[in-house]
């Protein structure tokens, strides 16, 4: 009944397990492995083609994984329709923030609900998302498209929200935003962490990536290559030689 | 008064009648607009659609039964058979070409189209008569005017249709994942919007939309053949694509723009000269093609990049 | 091996249009018309092909080309004595003159390479699906100028009269040069641009390559061919209406490309054949016809059933087409044995001894 609640299980919230995704004849994910515990912050860094996208996609069903296996709170979600998988309790926020720049702000809230696990409690989270993002409030009667683009990415995020889910993952949510915007969004990262929601966070802002996340994994050519604590944040050298392998 | 002799044809008879012609078409476009948002399928077996609708009211008609009866039964023919064609055709084709899915309908279209003649011979005559529904063709005086019943059924019929597919659209939820599916449904699957759910009421609701073509078609044409309704179907699609299909409410302006537009210049070309009334029109969509490829009534350039 | 691949997509076509010939001569006059059916289809599904497979742009427009070579080719071999009775409105050029049939053939080609050329320089620039629904219009104007208007043809009335010359030699032969030029289109540097362009429009024009102009090309070849296909379409029928060569044909013929797979020569003349020879099966089983010991018998219309399910199973169980769009090759052993590979062949070669 209390969809917001963390997982009681035991078992972490999301677990990916030696997932290999494969493009024609292009290997993207040669046997990753990663955890999010729940209510944790897990970064994901590394240079472009690493397979970070590929990793969110493959979680979400949009992409087939060739083996491996991957479990929100203990269930398997492989083999899955997206759809299937967005109402199981994982939401995402996409790359280039994907909003229906036709639509109102409003409608692109509520299209999230679809992906919500039960009928009632809606009208509570779009309320909820208000709070987090007072200008979706404002503006929810202004089509989608004449948003500026740190507007959109709220959007993006609070439409992920309202579908209540135990885990979010999002795709660079910082990617093209202004300074001050990018710290509008972490900081909503850090609001949504203590709402107890596990967060998968894919981002090119490596440093500051690694000093906000609990744990994050460094990716290349498909694969974990280090995992770092806030600790290395500092500790350049070692991120860039880890890039440059 | 009546100085230009082109303007003197178009009376208030011609546009009446061009209204009513226009209202058919505009139906028939939204029931091929719906599918195609959701699918990216243009559907050429939709005539096939109405045809079968228009049968079963003959057939129900020369078995006796009331109107009504064979109304709800028509309804019921057309709502089965598009469910059968979107489980066993569109949904294998989900994922093909535009071309490998156009000439998969037509093929569709002909083969029931065969099954049609096959069933309709079988008297030794081709065209059964739907007797019940040929009363509405009846014309009343309205202002000086005729006005055939049928017309007056078919602008109602075609205005709440299109007011409550605009409630459905807008102001429910599955109408907000039917919109969203339509300009990206890859994205709306990302959000939990279930694809057949969408794609299933998509199909009903263009079900609907023929078999009300059908009562309406049929009223005007009481003698059902298989071919029925595929002349409409061809200029609508055409229509359809000249207003803009990406979206549903350009492609129903296209679809009833072109049906205007036959109407009335079919009331302004010279007696003798109506035979050529196809090549009068389709030079006007190659026309307006070449100038607005995207469509006539789309916002310019967007939604061409995707098509090319 | 290698180098005689290309040599093969060439022969491989007009050895079975040969035979489909050869094969014919042999059967009986009724069944005669079936082979040559079936060899004109080809003729006409090669010229489609050599535009849509070619460009990738779907055409509903080709067997315009078709109609007015087929009419152009009708009109001119009737006979001048009974011209005058039969077809009075004609203009006087069309009434007063007859040509000899090879040369109707020409004509036939070279009305629809200028038809075809003219409606593509504006057609040309569309694409997707406006380009579908602006040849499907003008196979519409088409038809109904064919149809309605008395001085260039017969009109609403059959066009009757025209010498009936297209034998089994002269199908056979007219096919095969529509295949010869269809190959030798695909090979030039045109055809390959144009190719490139299917592939990847944005990224052709990008080295240099003008699309408008590729597509014209191919359109216009593509009109010529259908143009001499009609030709022979009118002199194997002896009698044509502007009905015969309209949805129906262009549906057919379509479905015979999609059937073949629409990307490859190959897949234009299998297509053609089988839907042909499914075609004439089911009409001689509608009759009633003995396959082995059992008799199949037919109920009248149920061919077209047959016909219709059949090309839509095809069509959502194996979309790519019967030959998956590839051209002809001979089946050959994965490359990677090669030792074992060439043991294989010296024994295929050795076999038929």
Known sequence: MMSEAPAQTSAPALAVDGLVVRYGGVTALRGLDLELGAGEIVGLIGPNGAGKSTTLHAIMGAVPAHAGEIRLAGKSLRGRAPEAIARSGIALVPEGRRIFAELTVDENLRLGLSGRRTRDGGEEAVERVHEMFPILRDFRRRHAGTLSGGQQQQLAIGRALVAAPDVLLLDEPSLGLAPKIVDVVFDALGEIRRRGISVLLVEQRAQRTVAFADRTYLLANGEVRLTLTPADAGDTDAMVHAYLS | ?308 | MRRLDPWLQLAAPVLLVVATAIVGSFTARATEIYFLTAITSVAIVVAIYVFVGNSGVLSFGQISFVAVGAFAAGVMTVPLDSKQGVLPDLFPLLRDHTIGDVSSLALAAVVGAVFAFLVGIPLMRLSGLAAGIATFAVLEITHNLLREWTKIGPGATTLALVPETTDLTRAAIGTVVVIAAAFAYQRSRFGRSLRATREDAAAAQAVGIDVHRQRLWAFTLSGALAGLAGGLYVHMLGSITADQVYLELTFVTLAMLVIGGITSLWGAVVGALAVSGLDSFLSEAEQGVGVGAATIDLPQGARLVTLGTLMALVLVLRPSGLTGGREFRLPRPPRRRVAAADGASKEAAREPV
């Open chain 2, 1 to 308: 008064m009546s100085g230009n002799p082109l303007l003197g044809a178009l009376d208030a008879q011609t546009l009446v009648d061009a209204v009513g012609l226009g209202a058919v078409y505009a139906l028939m476009a939204v029931g091929i607009g719906l599918v195609f948002g959701v699918l990216r399928l243009v559907n050429f077996a939709y005539g096939q659609l109405i045809m079968a609708g228009a049968y079963t009211l003959a057939f129900t008609s020369q078995a006796g039964w009331p109107t009504w009866a064979g109304i709800a039964m028509c309804f019921v023919v057309v709502i089965v058979l598009s469910g059968v064609m979107d489980r066993l055709v569109f949904r294998p084709l989900r994922t093909q070409s535009p071309a490998v899915m156009l000439v998969t309908t037509f093929a569709i279209a002909f083969l029931l189209q065969s099954v049609a003649l096959l069933v309709d011979v079988r008297d030794d005559t081709i065209g059964e008569p739907a007797a019940s529904v040929a009363s509405l063709n009846q014309a009343i005086t309205v202002w000086g005017l005729e006005v055939r019943k049928v017309t007056i059924v078919a602008v109602v019929v075609a205005a709440v249709a299109l007011s409550l597919l605009a409630l459905l659209l807008t102001r429910t939820r599955i109408g907000l994942q039917m919109r969203a599916a339509a300009t990206d449904f890859a994205t709306a699957r990302l959000l939990g919007v279930r694809a057949n759910t969408v794609i299933a009421t998509a199909v009903l609701l263009s079900a609907v939309i023929a078999a009300a073509v059908s009562v309406l078609l049929t009223v005007q044409n009481p003698l059902v053949a298989p071919d029925f309704a595929l002349k409409e179907t061809i200029i609508v699609l055409v229509g359809v694509v000249v207003g803009g299909i990406d979206r549903l409410w350009t492609a129903t302006l296209g679809g009833f723009a072109i049906g205007f537009a036959t109407g009335v210049i079919n009331g302004a070309l010279p007696t003798d000269k109506t035979v050529f009334l196809p090549s009068v029109v389709f030079a006007l969509v190659i026309l307006v093609l070449l100038i607005r490829p995207s469509g006539l009534f789309a916002r310019g350039g967007t939604s061409l990049v995707e098509r090319v």
